[in-house]
């Protein structure tokens, strides 16, 4: 029979780096795997963050059974205030991941309402007609799962983000034995994260940095700043054991670092000595040898406490002649620009700036798993067919091969979003496609500030070619003209005077030639107006500005 087929439908994260969310559906059931956000392009002005559109969930909202959670980073748990908005299905995720997840919703007022739920690694879970194993992954964060959903036709393995670490440094170690037995029962179809398909070799394990960091620590003479991402748990951790070891007090500025080790230190990732953290007012009580600044915003993101930091305009965090700033991360694409431009500031204040420029050493490592890795997951899984997720087209190709060149596997398959894959035990087929896209969101993130693609062009439009309003003020009584029209010109980059006085002649002669119906008709005779003034502009400057009619009744 026809339903008697696994649909696998990504709608997010195959072709971009974020918004990662992928349906799986058998019948009248459907489990959703993650549900991020992505940050936006140039191009989407005023924007702040992307997350995916979730229509065809809507549209089969009494078949959502569960969103599970592979881990807490914003890729992956960022948009579900919005979905859960939409659609309050139960959550479930590790115990640090939910942390996080309680913060995000109770900040949009949706913690009460949400049904979460937590998630053991080698503990099953059944909804429905899936039974969901989670199986322990490394990566940058804590607590961490790959999951491996036993459905009607077969295991589908999910990895999430992962690389294999045997000896991070939380002694949580990659579950190798977890995976090699499912290998052994036999897996249906491998979903895995393509981030870093383009490295060779191996991705270091967490505690590679602790050498060069540790010798930055000793070679500082003054205050140290450390930035990383408020995420990397392991790497706040080693940052907080070097200060302890080399006597420096730690002071921690920025919110969300601030609840990061908050919620670190209730989990028990973070064991913090007695009296080793102060407050950042106290930062001045302290000599500079003796401290250590994590601070936020690795990233130069326009208002966080680094960027602020750098142009001297924070209350705790002043940078001097010859301090140190470590930035333990990487340039993430698309953000160089703003992280150059808070080095240059960090430059003028004469302080000592270590990024991961390639020369620097062994300062970040990464969070996924370089192309030995996943020939290592693909050869102990041995799944029938494979299918790359996480990352763009480019990468997801890239990964196709590096699968399909080894021998293993029966068929690799290239999904984009939207597409809809149909397995059963033998056979995995394309066979249509669903709604997908991206919705934007201005801050605040609630659903009322859903920023439409009309929205979007409009603000293209006026930073283009500027804004013109014609004001025409009209006698009620009367119809008549109470003075001659006012033109209004913003954003045009050309003499106005002119200009103006000839558009003003422009819009009298279309008054002049209306009829006074014409005129009792406000939308009629603003698109008049519009139409004449658009051809006028065009005419005599190329430019298209937005051209806005105002009618003021008097």
């Keep these: 029979?026809?339903?008697?087929?696994?649909?696998?439908?990504?709608?997010?994260?195959?072709?971009?780096?974020?918004?990662?969310?992928?349906?799986?559906?058998?019948?009248?059931?459907?489990?959703?795997?993650?549900?991020?956000?992505?940050?936006?392009?140039?191009?989407?002005?005023?924007?702040?963050?992307?997350?995916?559109?979730?229509?065809?969930?809507?549209?089969?909202?009494?078949?959502?059974?569960?969103?599970?959670?592979?881990?807490?980073?914003?890729?992956?748990?960022?948009?579900?205030?919005?979905?859960?908005?939409?659609?309050?299905?139960?959550?479930?995720?590790?115990?640090?991941?939910?942390?996080?997840?309680?913060?995000?919703?109770?900040?949009?007022?949706?913690?009460?309402?949400?049904?979460?739920?937590?998630?053991?690694?080698?503990?099953?879970?059944?909804?429905?007609?899936?039974?969901?194993?989670?199986?322990?992954?490394?990566?940058?964060?804590?607590?961490?799962?790959?999951?491996?959903?036993?459905?009607?036709?077969?295991?589908?393995?999910?990895?999430?983000?992962?690389?294999?670490?045997?000896?991070?440094?939380?002694?949580?170690?990659?579950?190798?034995?977890?995976?090699?037995?499912?290998?052994?029962?036999?897996?249906?179809?491998?979903?895995?994260?393509?981030?870093n398909v383009d490295r060779n070799g191996y991705t270091p394990s967490e505690r590679a940095v602790r050498p060069k960091l540790d010798e930055i620590f000793s070679q500082t003479k003054k205050k140290l700043f450390f930035s990383c991402f408020s995420s990397s748990i392991h790497r706040i951790r080693l940052a907080m054991e070097l200060a302890h070891q080399h006597g420096r007090k730690v002071a921690i500025i920025g919110r969300s670092l601030d609840n990061s080790t908050e919620i670190a230190q209730d989990l028990g990732y973070l064991d913090v000595p007695q009296g080793l953290v102060i407050n950042p007012g106290q930062i001045r009580d302290f000599p500079a040898n003796k401290l250590l600044i994590m601070i936020s915003g690795t990233q130069g993101e326009p208002m966080s406490a680094l960027s602020r930091a750098a142009v001297n305009n924070h209350k705790f965090a002043h940078i001097d002649a010859d301090d140190t700033v470590l930035l333990s991360s990487r340039v993430i694409p698309g953000n160089e620009?703003?992280?150059?431009?808070?080095?240059?500031?960090?430059?003028?204040?004469?302080?000592?700036v270590i990024h991961d420029d390639g020369q620097s050493g062994l300062i970040h490592v990464s969070g996924h798993g370089s192309q030995e890795e996943l020939r290592l997951m693909i050869n102990l899984v041995r799944p029938k067919f494979f299918i790359p997720v996480h990352g763009d087209y480019r990468h997801l190709k890239r990964h196709a091969e590096l699968a399909g060149s080894m021998g293993v596997v029966e068929k690799t398959i290239l999904l984009e979003d939207g597409d809809v894959l149909e397995l059963d035990k033998g056979s995995a087929t394309k066979t249509g496609k669903v709604t997908v896209g991206r919705v934007c969101i201005d801050s605040g993130g609630t659903s009322t500030d859903v920023v439409e693609d009309i929205v979007i062009r409009d603000r293209k439009h006026l930073s283009e070619d500027g804004i013109v309003l014609p004001i025409i003020a009209i006698n009620k009584r009367t119809g008549l003209l109470e003075n001659p029209p006012e033109i209004v010109m913003r954003g045009m980059a050309i003499p106005e005077e002119g200009l103006i006085a000839e558009a003003r002649q422009v819009v009298q002669r279309t008054l002049e030639g209306s009829s006074a119906e014409e005129k009792a008709d406000y939308g009629v005779i603003k698109e008049k107006i519009r139409n004449d003034l658009k051809r006028y502009i065009q005419k005599s400057t190329s430019r298209r500005p937005l051209i806005m009619p105002v009618i003021l009744e008097i």
């Excluded at 431009?341 to 960090?346: K, N, S, V």
């Design 337 to 352: 620009k703003s992280i150059y431009r808070m080095i240059d500031h960090l430059e003028r204040r004469d302080a000592k």
């Design 1 to 195: 029979m026809a339903q008697d087929k696994l649909k696998l439908i990504p709608l997010g994260g195959l072709g971009e780096f974020g918004m990662n969310c992928m349906a799986i559906r058998w019948q009248d059931d459907i489990i959703v795997i993650d549900a991020g956000l992505m940050f936006p392009e140039e191009e989407l002005l005023g924007v702040d963050i992307v997350v995916p559109d979730i229509s065809y969930l809507t549209e089969n909202r009494e078949k959502v059974r569960a969103i599970l959670l592979t881990h807490g980073h914003e890729d992956h748990i960022g948009g579900l205030p919005w979905i859960l908005s939409e659609l309050n299905v139960p959550v479930y995720g590790t115990e640090f991941t939910l942390a996080y997840v309680e913060g995000k919703l109770e900040e949009h007022r949706l913690l009460d309402d949400a049904d979460l739920n937590e998630m053991i690694p080698g503990k099953r879970l059944t909804l429905g007609p899936f039974s969901v194993m989670p199986i322990r992954v490394t990566h940058s964060l804590v607590d961490c799962v790959a999951l491996a959903i036993h459905t009607p036709v077969g295991v589908v393995l999910h990895t999430g983000d992962f690389k294999i670490d045997l000896s991070p440094p939380d002694n949580k170690p990659f579950d190798l034995h977890a995976f090699a037995e499912l290998g052994k029962q036999g897996v249906l179809a491998l979903l895995q994260d393509s981030t």
